[in-house]
């Protein structure tokens, strides 16, 4: 009986070590898919949150208050549960126009292996001025500490002024309802 037991522990053992030692020695499997939708998700920004100036590498905007910070290549990163709020600047010739964006940016997001799909493309006029926006979703990135992944609701915008390009993307889990504070800080973004 113990005989019987102890062969499938050891494949299991086996395969689990083969699947490590692959995703180490980076081998490629099937492309990701897309995980389910949350039916509560956990990233509502609340209706009465502070949002507060932050003016840093050539650009302003009002981001949330309390939000963890993290300095990334070219700009910053705000993060709170699973919303993420990135923003850099980089310098460019002209302003993007809608069909270089589906063109360019659009297809890059696409190819990013986290079960991207876009939604739409458009240009919109904001507060802050013209910019080009991209509707998109994804998979989160795993947590650190489950594994688990979940499906994000995707924004980003695109502001062009005096040879420099933002970059705003936003993401929380889908479902979230986060339209007003998105539309907010967008609105808010000015290129000094």
Known sequence: MF???????????VLAMSA?????????FAAEKAVAPEHNPPGDIPDNQVFIAYVANGFAMKVPEGWSRKDIPGGVSFSDKY???DVSIAPAAAAPTVEEVKA?????????????????VAAVKLQSG???????????????VTGKKIRLERV?????KAGRLVTLDMAAPLGADNVDQWLLMANSVSLP
């Open 83 to 85: 919303n993420l709020i």
């Open 3 to 13: 005989g019987k037991r102890l062969i499938p522990i050891c494949t299991i053992a």
């Open 156 to 160: 980003r915008y695109l502001f062009f």
């Open 130 to 144: 013209p910019a080009v926006r991209i509707d998109y979703q994804s998979n989160s990135q795993p947590n650190a």
């Open 20 to 28: 490590t030692v692959g995703l180490m020695c980076g081998y490629s």
């Open 104 to 120: 360019h940016e659009a297809k890059d997001i696409a190819a990013g292996g986290h079960a991207e799909k876009i939604s739409n």
